[in-house]
């Protein structure tokens, strides 16, 4: 085949083939070594070594929320988010790991559990807590899922423009020939169902290890290249400080706003004179910026991450993931802030790199990807973005199975009553019914939600499961009430906030200048701690397993 | 040593509040990148060392649990064997 007979979008498509090609290679490969038991199905018999540990929990932690919506936020509000996630999570993601994920391991190792409800069911001597909590961990696990079947539909479309004009039409021409978001899509979810189901956690955490390689690679590629392409990174900051300074920076003075007027003025005059159309300033609250401390303490509660602790071989395989942690964020998320910024001023060619009228930011990395790479380096670079949508959606997808697998079907039924290679298959299925339904709702919602706004709901959610966890490991007299009356508090509270959003379609929503998961974290937090106080304590049975035995082990 | 390091750990979060970065621009660290943004990649890289002094000096005596422990009756909790 000769390459350069490919047009851009052909060749976008024959790259990410192979990419998709290499992971089913890596899944067929794991499942050579898999043993179809749970505990190496669903923990990779916990034997992964610190490298992989890395690999997966980066892989896993950095979503499409990392390199589509942090540059699409960055070009809609500016530097602002660097601050409100990426340097927040550098410090509390370490310390989730630290504080809470070397606990829960010792905990899992001990017990031998696999999943989160497991541990809460044993900790608040309450069978039925797992049907409380595993439909709202499944209920916040989708919109979740949705930001990468959203992302990858998008950034295939977007990449892929061009590549079969007789095949696939579109109203806007300039994607005549691109692989439909709906298909997009759905070959992301296929691929990753497969591999995970080949390889189970095993196959996933190799994938991730390549994939997390893959994307931190290119997305310093992806910044040099754009740089590059706009004559490098002084020229393409001096274009914002030309245009749009206030994304620079993250306040707005009235000077700013009186500037930002007249340049309009401009524009909306003579738009081929002015060629970039200015952004409105979006000057950022200071109580809102702290209260994001929040939105991080998220990560303690992912079903898929407690899942990626317990494979760890012993608690000394946390150290580099902990050290680690703060400085691959770092790396993943500086590129993709100042590519945002960047796309907000950048003119190639005498032409705006961003359309002016465009109103999806997460379309905002495909498209400047699209204008200033290579075809190759274009598709190698979009490769990238599906390394980080799919390392994330894997682990996902696995934790999804292994919460029905053992917390229902093992737990209500009888795991005597199962082999393991039944509830293996029996996790298998119901991933794949999830999958199903998250796909059929990411094809409705489609150009209606923000990556960036879905992420932060769902975190938001996550954040304030929380304090429940945090005090069944470190406050023994949380009580079997205190924890039922916490869950109800936050995911009520969720609920009635996030209707109040329009399910995550309208903009960022504040209380009195504070961030959702600041009050839902706090009814959480009050909800357990009045409830604990005035119930029965936990027996003293339960408070020697969780607050005595695992000393033994020094 | 222990206490120090959770001093600074707060002493951190403290200071990623950068309220007096709030509306400048300049310096451009390196000509390009904006000071507000600098600044927070720096708490990052502070982090880093942070959470390796962390891991060095404060180091938990209660998540080394040795191997047989764990038995690979494969997550069978023992109150799931015992049904029926």
Redesign the interface.
């Known amino acids: 085949m000769n390459l350069s007979s490919l047009n851009p979008g052909q060749t976008a498509v024959l790259v990410i083939a192979l990419y998709m090609g290499a992971l089913i290679t890596l899944g067929l490969l794991s499942q050579l070594v898999l043993r179809l ?4 199905y ?2 990779a ?2 034997g992964l070594g610190s490298t992989m540990l890395l690999m997966s929990l980066i892989g896993t932690t950095m979503t499409a929320f990392a390199l589509i919506g942090s540059s699409g936020e960055a070009w809609e509000s500016g ?2 988010v ?2 409100k996630m ?3 999570s ?2 509390i993601h ?2 989730m790991y ?1 504080l809470v994920g ?2 829960l ?2 905990f899992g ?6 999943t989160q409800i ?1 541990f809460f069911r ?1 900790r608040f001597e309450s069978d039925r807590l797992g049907l409380l909590l595993f439909p709202i961990l499944v209920a916040l696990l989708v919109p979740y899922i949705l930001v990468g079947v959203i992302s990858s539909g998008t950034a295939l479309q977007q990449v892929t423009a061009g590549a079969f004009p007789d095949w696939f039409k579109f109203d806007d021409p300039k994607l005549s020939g691109a692989i439909p978001y709906w298909l997009g899509s759905l070959v992301t979810c296929i691929v990753v169902l497969y591999y995970i189901s080949a390889g189970g956690v095993r196959g996933t955490a190799w994938v991730n290890a390549l994939q997390t390689v893959i994307f931190l690679v290119l997305g310093c590629a992806m910044c040099w290249t754009i ?1 590059d392409r706009l004559g490098g ?2 020229n ?2 001096r274009m914002v ?1 030309e245009h749009n ?1 206030t994304r ?4 707005a ?1 009235p000077q700013d706003m009186e500037q930002y007027q007249r340049k309009l003025a401009q524009w909306q005059s003579d738009p081929k004179a002015s060629v970039i159309k200015p952004r409105e300033p979006h000057p ?1 609250s ?1 109580v809102e ?2 209260t994001y ?1 929040f939105i991080p303490l998220s990560v303690a509660m992912f079903p898929h991450l407690f899942q990626y602790w317990l494979t760890a071989r ?3 395989k946390f ?1 580099l993931s ?6 691959l ?2 790396v993943i998320w ?1 590129p993709c ?2 590519i945002g910024i960047w796309a907000t001023s950048a003119i190639y060619n005498g032409q705006p790199v961003i359309p002016p009228d465009l109103a999806d930011p997460n379309k905002v990395l495909p498209i400047i990807v699209k204008k200033l790479a290579s075809p190759v380096m274009g598709a190698l670079l979009a490769g990238g973005i599906f390394a980080a949508v799919m390392s994330s959606m894997d682990a996902m997808f696995l934790a999804l199975g292994s919460m029905f697998a ?1 917390d229902i079907v ?2 209500y039924i ?3 009553r199962f082999s ?1 290679r039944q509830l293996v298959l029996i996790g298998r299925l119901f991933i794949v019914i999830v999958v199903a339904l998250s796909y059929l709702l990411g094809l409705k919602l489609a150009g209606t939600r923000g990556v960036f706004k879905l992420g932060v709901w769902c975190f938001s959610g996550f954040a304030s499961l929380f304090p429940v966890l945090f005090a069944a490991i470190y406050w023994r007299r949380t009580t079997k009430a205190g924890a039922y009356a916490s869950i109800l508090a936050a995911a009520g509270t969720w609920f009635w906030l996030f209707r109040d959003a329009g399910y995550g379609a309208s903009g960022e929503h504040t209380y009195w200048g504070l961030t959702p998961v600041t009050l839902i974290f706090t009814a959480a937090t009050v909800a357990l701690l009045l409830v604990s106080l005035v119930t029965r304590p936990p027996s003293p049975a339960t408070v020697a397993k969780f607050f005595g035995t ?2 033994n ?2 | 040593m222990n206490r120090v390091v959770i001093a600074l750990l707060i002493l951190l979060a403290v200071l990623h509040q950068d309220f007096w970065y709030w509306d400048r621009i300049e310096p451009l660290v390196f000509g390009f990148i904006p000071i507000g943004l600098a600044y927070h990649i720096g708490v990052s890289m502070a982090a880093g060392i942070l959470w390796a002094m962390a891991v060095h000096y404060c180091w938990p005596k209660d998540v080394d649990v040795p191997d047989e422990s764990f038995t690979t009756a494969d997550a069978v909790l023992p109150s799931e064997r015992a049904r029926p």
Do not use: C, E
């Open positions: 038991t749970v505990a190496d669903f923990v018999s916990r530097i602002v660097y601050g990426a340097s927040w550098g410090i370490a310390a630290f070397m606990k391991w010792a190792k001990k017990y031998g559990y696999v497991q044993d740089a990174p002084v393409a900051t400080l300074p620079l920076k993250r306040d003075s950022a200071k910026f702290t401390l012993s608690a000394k150290r902990i050290i680690g942690q703060p400085l964020i770092m500086a802030v100042m053992n093992g737990h009888g795991r005597d393991d695992v000393h082990a020094h």
